[in-house]
């Protein structure tokens, strides 16, 4: 069964700092990735997705992920860490076109000033 | 409105009750999407909609759970007989159709029941 699993329920960074949230997945086969954010009281935004395109994939808010299919894994990074980032982030994949999504438990970011 | 919306945005049923929560979608959208996401952890498939035909609704945990679209756009999601396991906040998303095109989420309806 496929499944997402992001290491690290909790990630502290300082302001100004690297960002890097950590997902692997397990597939046979290349999957659809997506990362979403949840801030406080507010539904899920999403930030970027891989569809079997570029494999650097470029999002909103300055974030970005790289699939790399030897590693099954999809991190997010941030160069530059900012006090709005703090929210809880949540790597997610499909097998396929017509598969329901599914997400990891997701990592609580926070930033230090 | 411009996103998503769900109503009650906090529910607090007894064991036992009935509850009914709403989802209106962004005006066009033609999936509609439910899940449920426990404390801690990651938002869970419930059910799916195309227009108003439920297309899957595998992870329904229980006969307790029901899920409708009658008109195509507003969907309400059931329970029956409330128990403390379904406590969780009930997520509804949106899109111009299919999985690959971006779900618009809302709020959710945070439900908690004694």
């Known amino acids: 069964a496929q499944s997402v699993t992001q290491l690290g329920s909790h990630v502290s960074v300082s302001e100004g700092a690297l960002v890097l949230l950590r997902c692997n997945y397990s597939s046979s086969v290349p999957p659809y990735l997506f990362w979403y954010v949840q801030y406080p009281n507010q539904g899920l935004q999403l930030l970027l997705k891989?569809?079997?395109?570029?494999?650097l994939v470029k999002g909103i808010n300055g974030f970005e992920a790289e699939f790399k299919k030897s590693e099954t894994s999809f991190h997010l990074t941030k160069p530059s860490a900012h006090m709005s980032d703090a929210a809880e982030y949540f790597c997610a994949v499909i097998m396929n076109r017509d598969d329901k999504i599914i997400f990891g438990k997701g990592t609580r970011l926070h930033i230090l000033p | 409105g411009a996103g998503v919306s769900q109503s009650p945005r906090y529910k607090v049923a007894k064991r036992g009750q009935d509850v009914a929560l709403r989802c209106d979608p962004i005006s066009g959208h033609v999936s509609l999407f439910w899940y449920q996401q426990a404390l801690g952890q990651g938002p869970e498939f419930l059910t799916y909609f195309q227009n108003e035909a439920q297309l899957d609704k595998s992870g329904l945990p229980s006969d307790r759970f029901f899920a409708e679209r009658p008109e195509g756009s507003v969907s309400t999601l059931k329970i029956q007989r409330t128990q403390q396991e379904d406590s969780a906040v009930y997520l509804c998303?949106?899109?111009?159709?299919?999985?690959?095109?971006?779900?618009?989420f809302g709020p959710g309806t945070r439900l908690t029941v004694l």
């Open positions: 891989y569809t079997s395109a570029a494999t």
């Open positions: 998303a949106s899109s111009l159709g299919g999985e690959l095109n971006e779900q618009f």
